[in-house]
């Protein structure tokens, strides 16, 4: 079924109320069918027409079935769609038509049928009563209105008209502008009420949508004064319901809730002004408070219209805590909990500008000892127990106004406010120390806690953070120079030398281009016939201001600002150019850094290097220390592969210095080792070095490894080595410093005689 907007002019939420309304009040409804019942027998009574009795009859059945209706109907649950509601409707309008017509035929009897003065006056003043009472009872259905006052009045209308006398003519037309009256009438009453209901329905809905906001909130009139609170006010302000907060002032309010304990004065009165500020200034503004429960709120006042102002207060406790949060993780490490770089940093430029400035203050960085190899060989989880571990037991050896941080990985920055003196800081960090020793049980490892720290005690009025960092890590740098599990106090000296250290950094940038490298040869020798067999490549950097400085200074350097492989480049070319000047049988050996084989180019530069002399390949060596095989970011292995691939020879130099790893030895595709200078420190004293050294080249050489011994300074250390080690070839200032290519040339030339004699005894023998 649809329903046109002129079938039903009222919305749903109108209409339906509406409909139930012709269903209320039953009582009242039978109290008027009793009258009229009453009138018809009375007309009885006075005329003795039996039609009265009829009519009178008729209208107690019609009037009981439609109380009984009302009664059902009314029972029922209240309808929810509109064809429900009309269907009701039909149900009344058939009930009140039929009393209607009961009703008019009880007065056509009286005034046109049966003439009867007592009949007459008595049925037109009931159905006129009952005209005056249709609005009020049937407004709900403005189709039932008309139906009774036509049903009602048209009958009298009728009535006087058939008496065909002009007076009751006239008489009958009057009734026509008085069903007009009423019908307006009802029309009115509905519309009013129609209207009423829509603002209740309406007033309803504000009430829900206030009450069932998250945000509290308080109307306030011209004088501060509550004109309405929603549910969320109410619960804040601990009231039991709306009425009670309405009336009172904003600030009678805030001085209840510290009278009730769950705000603080100060609060109150800072709450109470910066609203009261916000309000007369018309401004938005948002107040921060805290509860003394801990929860937060926000409250913002707006001032409205009509000398009205609203407050809006909502719990901004959860976001807080995630900013919080956020906060902490912004200043904090995850793992240890100690606070990060950036937040240490704060912290003691905070420190560092408060106090007396004439006092000491330290700055101390501890690094974890060999961490990486913890990490690698345990596993990352045991490497995150021990930096746990280790932050545990620094916050319990000293004392909490020292601040700590894990400033990145494994290293960790300890500012120590007022420090008397030295002795004082280095009572503290052996302190420290000494609570080492004890070993820690990460994840049932059982480990001991090694690190090297760097100190630095300042006056706070000459330093920074940042200049206490620096020197803190200039000391931890020299501690670690002299070995692991110790610490350094900082000295001006190594700010001078980290100065310099810096400054040649910067110089040795362009030294390749500027052609201030150069290239001296070392001779190796043939330990029988004492022949130069090859020459060592060994770079020096002609200084304009220092003069030659050695490898050990600036090949570390450029390692570190990553220039090392442009030197070996050039040190590859010079080196396999130099050598197509020397005899045949001459071949030139080229140190390579550990760095160099990060990259394949390693394997280019050599391949390069010979096509461009023309250099037979099996002329040249390679050197590579044990550092470069340990290197896990390097592919030494198989760059060296590639690399003997070409017919290039390779050796393992200073052997003897790093791992030692005899296992190397097979594994890499070596051909020669060089043993370190260090073996023959005290060769000539110790029995058991000798023996060792001998017990080196023994098993090298049955490894098929040709063994080159350096550092051979004295005729005697030759003389040993020879009769006892037997080593291939020999290396040292006793038979050369490095020169020059043309300081080798003359060399080779002038000992190349006694080379052949040598040469010629060593066959004969
Ligand atoms: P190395 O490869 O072991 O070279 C031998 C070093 O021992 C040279 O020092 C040499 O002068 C020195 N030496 C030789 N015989 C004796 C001796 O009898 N007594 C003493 N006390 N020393 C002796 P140098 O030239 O200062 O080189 C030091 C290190 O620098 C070299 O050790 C090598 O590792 C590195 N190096 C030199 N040139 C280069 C290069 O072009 N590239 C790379 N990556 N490293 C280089
Ligand atoms: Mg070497
Ligand atoms: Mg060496």
């Known amino acids: 079924m649809t329903f046109s907007k002129t079938k ?8 339906i109320p509406f409909v139930m309304s012709l269903f209320e009040g039953g009582g009242t409804l039978m109290f008027g069918v009793l009258a009229q019942a009453l009138v018809a027998a009375l007309c009885y009574y006075n005329t003795g027409y039996v039609a009265y009795l009829v009519l009178g009859v008729a209208l107690i059945v019609v009037g009981a079935a439609r109380f009984a209706s009302i009664r059902h109907v009314s029972a029922l649950p209240v309808p929810t769609t509109m064809a429900e509601a009309y269907k009701r409707e039909v149900v009344y309008i058939i009930g009140g038509s039929a009393h209607g017509f009961v009703l008019g035929l009880l007065s056509l009897c009286a005034i046109y049928l049966y003439h009867d003065e007592f009949a007459e006056v008595a049925t ?3 159905s006129l009563g009952t005209v005056t009472a249709i609005p009020g009872r049937n407004y709900g259905s403005s189709k039932m209105v008309v139906i009774l006052i036509a049903a009602v009045t048209l009958p009298i209308c009728l009535g006087f008209f058939l008496r065909g006398e002009i007076q009751y003519f006239l008489l009958g037309i009057l009734t026509l502008p008085f069903f007009l009256v009423v019908r307006t009438f009802a029309a009115n009453v509905r519309h009013l009420l129609a209207s009423a209901l829509k603002e209740q329905q309406a007033a309803q809905r504000f009430d829900r949508a206030l009450n069932t906001m998250t945000h509290g909130l308080l109307m306030l009139d011209a004088h501060e004064t509550i004109v309405v609170a929603n549910a969320e006010a109410v619960k804040l302000f601990q009231a039991t319901s709306a009425e009670k907060l309405q009336g009172r002032t904003f600030k009678a309010l805030l001085q209840r809730g510290v009278a009730a304990g769950f705000l603080d004065k100060r609060d109150a009165k800072y709450i109470s002004q910066q609203l009261t500020r916000a309000l007369h200034e018309g401004r938005n503004r948002k107040v921060l408070i805290k509860l003394i429960d801990g929860r937060y709120f926000e409250l913002s006042a707006r001032e409205g219209d009509d000398d009205l102002s609203v407050i809006t207060f909502e719990d901004v406790t959860a976001r807080i805590a995630s900013q919080e949060k956020i906060r902490h993780m912004a200043r904090f490490d995850s793992l240890t909990g100690l606070a990060n770089r950036a937040h240490f940093q704060e912290l003691v430029t905070d420190a560092l500008a408060t106090g007396d400035p004439q006092r000491n203050c330290a700055m101390v960085v501890l690094d974890l000892d060999d961490f990486k190899s913890i990490n690698d060989t345990l596993g990352h989880p045991v490497g995150d127990g021990l930096i746990f571990a280790f932050a545990e037991r620094l916050a319990e050896n000293v004392s909490d106004e020292v601040r700590i941080s894990r400033f990145g990985g494994d290293e960790f920055l300890l500012f120590i406010d007022d420090v008397e003196d030295a002795e004082a800081l280095r009572t503290m960090i052996s302190q420290i120390f000494a609570s080492l020793l004890e070993p820690v049980d990460v994840a049932g490892n059982l480990m001991h806690i090694q690190v090297s720290a760097g100190a630095v005690l300042m006056p706070v009025r000459e330093t920074s953070v940042d200049s206490l960092i620096v020197k803190a890590d200039l000391a931890l740098y020299k501690a670690k120079e002299r ?6 106090l900082f000295e001006d000296s190594l700010d001078r030398a980290f100065r310099e250290r810096q400054k040649l950094k910067s110089e040795l940038r362009g030294a390749v281009s500027r052609g201030e490298l150069l290239v001296l040869y070392q001779p190796i020798v043939d330990a029988r016939t004492l022949g130069i067999a090859s020459c060592e490549a060994l770079c020096r950097w002609h200084h304009p201001q220092l003069g030659l400085v050695p490898p050990g ?19 590859m070319k010079r080196a396999t150019a ?4 020397l005899p045949h049988d001459v071949r030139v050996s080229v140190n390579l850094s550990a760095k160099d084989f990060r990259s394949r180019e390693v394997v280019d530069v050599v391949r390069r290097s010979l096509e461009l002399s023309g250099l037979a390949p ?6 590579v220390t044990e550092t470069a095989i340990v290197d896990d970011k390097s592919k030494t292995w198989t760059y060296l592969q590639e690399i003997k691939d070409i017919g290039v020879q390779i050796a393992l130099d200073d052997f003897g210095t790093g791992y030692s790893n005899l296992g190397y030895l097979n594994a890499l595709p070596l051909d020669k080792i060089k043993v370190d200078r260090s073996f023959l420190a005290d060769l000539e004293t110790n029995p058991r070095s000798l023996e060792l050294l001998k017990g080196v080249v023994d098993l090298t050489r049955r490894l098929g490894l040709k063994v080159t011994i350096e550092g051979v300074e004295t005729e005697n250390q030759f003389r040993l080595l020879v009769d006892t080690v037997d080593p291939d070839f020999i290396q040292g200032f006793l038979f050369g410093t490095p020169l020059t290519k043309a300081g080798i040339v003359a060399m080779i030339e002038a000992i190349r005689p006694l080379t052949r004699a040598n040469k010629k005894s060593a066959v004969n023998q």
């Open 8 to 15: 039903h002019e009222l919305p749903r939420e109108i209409y």
């Open 124 to 126: 037109i003043t009931v």
């Open 483 to 488: 070995g692991k599990g110790c610490w350094q």
């Open 553 to 571: 200074v600036f090949i570390p350097l450029a390692e570190e600002i990553g220039i090392i492989s442009e030197i070996s480049a050039f040190v």
């Open 578 to 581: 130099d050598c197509t000047e």
């Open 618 to 623: 099996e002329r040249l060596e390679v050197e």
